[in-house]
């Protein structure tokens, strides 16, 4: 079997304008009810999405906005399917640290990443999910994001030139043959940052462009020599084995504007939770610009399956 984006769910895909993450953690009151209440989920899933997509179709060109990602984390694989070959790369993240800051882990164990061009159908979408999954999990985290001026990061940067170009991002995203059991599938690494939007906003555009690498008006990255030993794009910047690792980078701005709590919901999907777990041990490692001003909420590491993958479990085959 060989790699087909057409199997995979939307993990390489744009990040839309209305976004809702969703954490659950499992009740873990009987396994044999859970595991059940899973199968019956991971059918119904896919037929709630198929029929949101229908109704949500544009009338002039019979396509949807309607995006999702559903997964698990280690602890819930192992849980919930025991005898099943568990993706080589899955592990609970534990959390990372460095010389003055650190990356927490903060559990979970069902993940959802909804987007649209409709709020509507992205209500109507978890709405219809916790329906079949509200016995057997409680929410963890509910975060609701949207799309910022140009989609641009709530920092006021272009978001996403770091990022494969979208005629080679599966490629980046989805499992291959090194895992024969869950080609298409997807690591998803879930962070939630909270800014001090204060102090960053009292920088000058200068100062702003060093620390992140870039020129905030025209995107144009800096020469190193102009860039703070720091800055972001220097400090998430990975190789191995001489060669340039990428991920599929999605930052979703969410806020409470009067309350003043704004932030950056992280999502990075990857063939390799190796390359996101690297990039994010040297941004701690180099004191990254961006954690000086804000405080990580969470993070947590999800499987994301295959479609086939999603029917074999609906299938008790897992």
């Given at each position: 079997?060989?790699?087909?984006?057409?199997?995979?769910?939307?993990?390489?895909?744009?990040?839309?304008?209305?976004?809702?993450?969703?954490?659950?953690?499992?009740?873990?009151?009987?396994?044999?009810?859970?595991?059940?209440?899973?199968?019956?989920?991971?059918?119904?899933?896919?037929?709630?999405?198929?029929?949101?997509?229908?109704?949500?179709?544009?009338?002039?060109?019979?396509?949807?906005?309607?995006?999702?990602?559903?997964?698990?984390?280690?602890?819930?694989?192992?849980?919930?399917?025991?005898?099943?070959?568990?993706?080589?790369?899955?592990?609970?993240?534990?959390?990372?640290?460095?010389?003055?800051?650190?990356?927490?882990?903060?559990?979970?164990?069902?993940?959802?990443?909804?987007?649209?061009?409709?709020?509507?159908?992205?209500?109507?979408?978890?709405?219809?999910?916790?329906?079949?999954?509200?016995?057997?999990?409680?929410?963890?985290?509910?975060?609701?994001?949207?799309?910022?001026?140009?989609?641009?990061?709530?920092?006021?940067?272009?978001?996403?030139?770091?990022?494969?170009?979208?005629?080679?991002?599966?490629?980046?995203?989805?499992?291959?043959?090194?895992?024969?059991?869950?080609?298409?599938?997807?690591?998803?690494?879930?962070?939630?940052?909270?800014?001090?939007?204060?102090?960053?906003?009292?920088?000058?555009?200068?100062?702003?462009?060093?620390?992140?690498?870039?020129?905030?008006f025209t995107d144009l990255?800096?020469?190193?020599?102009?860039?703070?030993?720091?800055?972001?794009?220097?400090s998430s910047n990975i190789?191995?084995?001489?060669?340039?690792?990428?991920?599929?980078?999605?930052?979703?701005?969410?806020?409470?504007?009067?309350?003043?709590?704004?932030?950056?919901?992280?999502?990075?999907?990857?063939?390799?939770?190796?390359?996101?777990?690297?990039?994010?041990?040297?941004?701690?490692?180099?004191?990254?610009?961006?954690?000086?001003?804000?405080?990580?909420?969470?993070?947590?590491?999800?499987?994301?399956?295959?479609?086939?993958?999603?029917?074999?479990?609906?299938?008790?085959?897992?």
């Open positions: 079997m060989t790699v087909d984006a057409s199997q995979a769910q939307d993990v390489w895909k744009d990040i839309g304008e209305h976004v809702q993450f969703t954490v659950l953690k499992l009740k873990r009151q009987d396994q044999a009810s859970d595991r059940e209440a899973i199968q019956e989920f991971a059918d119904r899933y896919q037929a709630i999405l198929r029929s949101l997509k229908i109704r949500d179709a544009d009338p002039k060109t019979g396509r949807s906005s309607l995006k999702a990602s559903f997964g698990f984390s280690s602890d819930a694989f192992e849980y919930l399917f025991p005898d099943a070959p568990k993706p080589k790369e899955l592990e609970n993240f534990t959390g990372l640290k460095g010389p003055k800051y650190s990356m927490p882990g903060t559990g979970g164990d069902l993940f959802f990443h909804l987007r649209a061009s409709n709020e509507a159908v992205v209500y109507e979408a978890q709405t219809q999910f916790m329906h079949f999954l509200k016995d057997i999990a409680e929410v963890q985290d509910e975060t609701k994001g949207f799309r910022y001026f140009e989609g641009r990061a709530i920092i006021g940067f272009v978001d996403g030139t770091e990022a494969p170009q979208i005629e080679d991002a599966a490629g980046y995203a989805l499992i291959g043959d090194e895992d024969e059991n869950y080609i298409n599938g997807s690591y998803a690494f879930a962070q939630k940052w909270l800014h001090d939007m204060d102090f960053w906003n009292k920088m000058k555009t200068e100062q702003q462009e060093r620390a992140v690498g870039r020129e905030k990255e800096l020469e190193d020599e102009d860039k703070m030993p720091n800055a972001h794009n220097v190789e191995i084995d001489g060669e340039e690792q990428k991920i599929v980078r999605m930052n979703v701005p969410f806020s409470d504007p009067a309350s003043g709590k704004t932030g950056t919901y992280f999502i990075g999907y990857a063939r390799h939770w190796e390359v996101t777990k690297k990039m994010c041990q040297q941004m701690v490692d180099t004191s990254d610009f961006l954690l000086t001003f804000s405080t990580l909420l969470s993070g947590q590491l999800f499987f994301i399956p295959s479609r086939l993958t999603l029917d074999a479990i609906a299938d008790g085959e897992l």
